[in-house]
């Protein structure tokens, strides 16, 4: 699929990827959770036409 131009955005610079959702997933102690979470948040990206990233933060 081509990439979608927006004419209010500048293009990302030759060689980087431009991402449109950013979701920062905190992950203290949640070994247990993280698996299942991160299943679901990744089912939800298959479903979206954004460029999204998903950035799991281990804080501890």
Known sequence: ????IHPHRPAAPKGCHRVDIS???PAYNEERR???TLQGWA???DGVEESVELVVSDDG
């Not at 699929?1 to 979608?4: G, K, L, Q």
């Open 34 to 36: 993280l698996t299942p």
């Open 1 to 4: 699929m081509p990439p979608r």
């Open 23 to 25: 979701i920062v997933v």
């Open 43 to 45: 089912a939800w990206m």
